[in-house]
């Protein structure tokens, strides 16, 4: 199999006759890569909401262990949000960076691993067999090691993009320690060793690894992508490297903190971390904020509406956090944290963010192959499903968020179906964008 | 690291050496160029293939093509070679 075009048979790109840059662009990897990884990000959108819609009345019950809502939490997590991260991953990174690739193999393995252990791990969580739910959550692990493994590589080859770098590294480290602690949960399912001697509660232990996975892996990882992506999609001077190291250090700070405040039962402690949190997004933000105002590029469309409203969402996951931490009971503000953390914040900004990656992949394969590329605004039948994605998903967030605060289930269910049909029309400009890049490739292998 | 951007003219083409800077500068000092009214051809000296500059280029109706495809890896220097299409009038 070629390394240089999508995984079609007989393939073989070197052989265009408008291939003129096949060889040097060994930095774009195989569309049928990052695709796999999008696609199933794209599917998993429908699970997460559709899980959630199926176990409304359970959403605001939430008091940890497996069932519907922990199956919905991971289905967005592991099955959005991480994927969708290792698909822009491994590629963004080897072209910002200018860093080959060393093993696509090890792409290709940590997809075969991650994307059916996931599969496994939340059906799991959803009828709660805890074998099953550790050979998923094994298989998942495997894949994000190779991920950490190639992405790792990248990270100590590359000489520039200092900011991103340092941020990747600590988003490897809270992945580390969030796959050991969520491992042991689920152990402990069964065991119940967690708890004994110094071991944490498996309560405390639950809520750190949930820290661990949204504000560190995730959190940290999608920052430090904003300070490559958001220039390169506005056309803006990189953000200052230094004070996006202060952002990453005052972040750390606070999420150590955090999880510290949740282990000892330190009040005190988690309303500093939501201090600290603050002060860190207040300087991501002023950064990425001021690389809107100098770009060149001023219509930026939807994508970036997500964008900027996911950024304020990041500010009030912060805010509701700390509020949770002195009265976690009142209004569901727990349960709100954990939704306006992962389907607010997290979810808005990938889903922004990768409707501008995909248009923009397929282009840049089009011109490595020399073929005229469409227009990237026209892929995917936009005009219709991002619109529409868009328009559910924020009323999505508002109902479900309602829903949590006035323990009205109603309001959750109705939220959810509208996640729903704004995940499925999100799939259908997924596969359009994809469906592009295929005749594309299609038409150069009738050319030939 | 130099992060000088260094300008020359050989004959009716315009050099641009942008060597040293962090991405995406390179990218925004080749389309400010354009956007300042060039309409001569440019030849830009990068440490690798802009992969996203190509797109931006054809949406102003410019093209580039890399010119040093084969000592690319290896010299560490990619030139493009950057033109107004045939068809488009400045
Ligand atoms: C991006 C990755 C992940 C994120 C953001 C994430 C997030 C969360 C959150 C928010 C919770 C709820 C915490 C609470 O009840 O207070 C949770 C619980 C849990 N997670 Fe994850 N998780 C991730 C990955 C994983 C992985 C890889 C595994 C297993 C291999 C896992 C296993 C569990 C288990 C077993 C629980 C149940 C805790 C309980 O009994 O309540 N998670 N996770």
Redesign the interface.
Known sequence: MSDQGPELPNFQPEAFPGA??A???S??IPYGIPLRFFVAASMFQIVAWGLLTYGHADVSAFFGGYGVVLAALHALTLGVLAMTAMGASYQLLS??T?VVLKSLLLCRLSSWLYIPGTGLLVSAMFIGNTPVMLLGGVLAVAGLALFGVTVGTVFWQSK??QATVRHGWVALISMTLLVVAGLSLIVDFNTGFLGVGLLPEHAKLALSHGLLGGYGFMGILVMGFSY?LV??FV????PNPKLAGVSLGVNLAGLILAIGGVLSGNTAAMIVAAVLGLIGAGIYLHLLLKALRTG?KRRLGLSFVMVRASWGLLIASIVIGGLAAIVPLDFNLLHLFGFILIFGWLLTFLTGILQRILP?LA??HA?KIGRP?PR?SEMGHQNITLKLHALCHGAALVLVSLGILLELDVLVLLGGGFGVVGAVAFLWFALGVSETVMTLYGKEEQSK | MRHMVKRWRDNDVVHLDLRGLAPPEPMIKVLSEIDGGADYPIIVHLERDPIFLYQELEERGWSGRLMNEEQNNASGEAVVMIELKPDVTR
């Open positions: 003129i840059l060889g040097a662009q930095r774009l072209v910002a200018g520039s993009l490559v220039p390169m056309l803006s001077p990189t060149m923009f282009t840049m011109h590329a990237m």
